[in-house]
């Protein structure tokens, strides 16, 4: 996810930094109009992160506008560069980056015409809100200049962007400029848009993975009011009518109409998927440090494991399509917009030219969601229906049973320790789906229907992303700590009953939990204090500094002496290299645990808007709390049961901890701040349950059940 | 909605939206929020679950947060239905509104006019609530993104109570 708003240092003149390398031109970036505004278009997309804000706050800074004067437009392949999917906390690296060079080089040009214009050299003249003047009190602006001839160049790298030190835009806390809309119900979102003509399909999906349509009897849907056509192509199936609620009611009756294959395939047995993991068949790597001598006296063993996750946002996903017999034309709140528009030229054979997808907001996205299924779906019905737009919305009960996963994981830990309790050798392996499965990366189109058609394409299984970039299952496997002889088994599971793919944080959060609680435990059978026993092996400045801020603003270490009251520690550096943070936890036992407070405090390098990283690191560690405390999708041998808020309960208000956010000030690179929070805030509330009852739950998510029938098993 | 036999004519039902009285010509089972978006063409309630479970499409009806998509048309005749639409403007905002921009008290904004309306009737019948009345008012209201806290803090805020951050 992309949340991290900081900049990172300059590169080298003439380098050009960020997703400028591969979208060198600076119009394709950004236009100067005579009405005073600056369009921008990157193309990282909103997705509910404030990415679009952070943004403009750098192009107001290197330009000299006021973030009034800047109109952020939305992404789309026609115009937009390809910065490839808005994920990995990496927009203000990649897209910031490239922004803060192309505003730098315009500055420079408008700012070289102006000099023309004036008669004054460039070094005398100072932009305000865009106005250019000189000492003579001569003056110009960008709008009176603008003319986007000038910008049809490719960037240099050669101009350099203000340096840091005189920042004033960015590094505040300037106001979300898509918040007034959401806040006033101002039309914004896809679900509200509304074409000329416009139809609405209804997809039916199959009644349990693996199954198909063996026969279909359609009379009675094609009965209903409003019914235009029932839609069949294989197993993928869906009605269209003139309206929502009419599409809705008739897919009842098509249902009715429906017989569907037993499926293929049973799925894993819910209540003892860990085992399943470990026994499947796997693609094993293996990482590990250089041998150092070492000898042990004894090996520590725990095991751990994590459920499918579903991202369960709270708008079922939209989109929209229009083709015209040459030109598709799709409506999506994707992450990956360009990804999105080669898998659908790979599932309809059609050149990518020849399809326009253009980003439009929808509710928050967490990782790799239906939004482009259901943008597959939406162009599919359009090609069936030349000439009328066709908007398809899934139902609740699809947006949660049949959206791509957050794998389930199992997790075995072991560590030699000396006779002295010293770390000699660390083992971390671990049983999963891989963690990415999203369009536009493989040969065959990674999109739900595409796999359901009659001639259907290969649906291949989820994989790893590569460690360089922080890994996949992997994430956060690797020691954060000094240790001296380590390895990490990664086994891939290869059968993928339950499709699954990124969901935030990846791999991270359930090895956080893992290790951050098993180290716990470590310092408890060496009778040291669990912050002491992770210092000895931790000697990074900024990592020390974000441990001692959250101890200090959380008044750790408290005495626990009210029964059923807990207090945990837990730290991690997401992905090993992103950001630091550092949380303790407080917690009440009662009927099930409630965390009450989390004090969190991080390093994300500078960042470009404190609030939005504050809201991010609240976000996340809300969401993880929920994670930790409440989530599992349930399912059965054949079919998901979390098809509702009731089977998939995730926190409410009354649940929710205080949560205080401490940012360490830093002119460090940047650093994403959305993801950062998650394991670590698992990993706290763990400790946090064990100190309140000195119980260890090693599976998530941490319940009243899980308790009781550990407590069950104590002697 | 159930299709209506074709030989009868549509019933007429009189309702009243951000003070405005419509007469409808529909099936009365259609759901109270396919009426605001689909013929009022008032986006700003959401569609998040069609069965009362999320409370993205809450909105007033006489001064209670109700959930309109499983409420029917025929439910709500003769009664005022207030939308977030009808909160405020951003010309004359309601004051949870104010709130809610001075704390950022969100991050995607699909649940938000729904936390509104739970909000304000919540004012509307306790002026100066406790955290805990907040809490149990908005419990129907879910939100994935994780902004509760800015969301209570910015109600306490517009009832004119101290909303300082946790310390």
Redesign the interface.
Known sequence: MNQGFALPAPAQPGQLPGNLRGNPHLGQWLRITPEGKVMVSPGKVEIGQGILTALAQIVAEELEVGLNQITMVAANTGFSPNESVTSGSLSVQDSGRALQQVCAEVRAIYLAKAATHLGEPVASLQICNGLISGPSGAQTSYWDLADDALLDTDATGRVPPKPNTVYRKVGTSARRLDLPDKIFGKTRFIHDMELPGMLHGRMLRPNAPGATLLSLDDAAALACNGVISVVRDGSLLAIVATGNDEAEHAAAKLSAGAVWSQPNESLPDEQDFASWLRSEPADTSVTASPPSPASSSRTIKAQYAKPFLAHASIAPSCALAVYDGAILKVWSHSQGIFNLRSDLALAFAMEPEKIIVQHVEGAGCYGHNPADDVAFDAAWLARHTPGRPVRVQWSRADELAWAPFGPAMAIDLEADLDAAGTITGWRHSIWSNGHTSRPGRGSSPALLGAWHLATPFERSPAINPPLAGGGGAERNAIPGYEFPNWQVTSHRILNMPLRTSALRSLGAMANIFAVETFIDDLARAANTDPVEWRLRYLHDERARAVIALALEKSGWPQQNLIEGKGAGFAYARYKNSGAYCAVVAEIDAAEQIYARRLTIAVDVGLAINPDGVRNQIEGGAIQATSWALKEAVRFDRTRVTSTDWESYPILRFSEVPKISVHIVPSDHPPLGAGECSIGPVVAAIGNAVFDALHIRIRQLPITAERIMSELAQQP | ????APQQPLPSTCITVNGQSHVLQVDGD??LL?IL??HL???????????N??G?CFVLIDGFAVASCDTPIWAVAGKSVT???GL???EQ?HRL?EA??AG?A????????GI?ISAAALLSRNPHPAEAD???A??R????????????EAILRAAGQPAP???
């Open positions: 909605m159930m299709p209506a259609t759901p396919t978006r689909n063409y008032l986006k700003g309630t959401h569609y998040g679950c069609g069965s479970q999320c993205a939308t977030v639409e405020g403007t951003p905002p509104q809610f921009l950022q969100a991050q995607c904004g699909y649940c938000t006019s509104l907040i809490h149990q908005l419990d209201n879910l939100c994935r993104c994780g902004t509760h806290n800015r969301v209570v951050r946790t310390p």
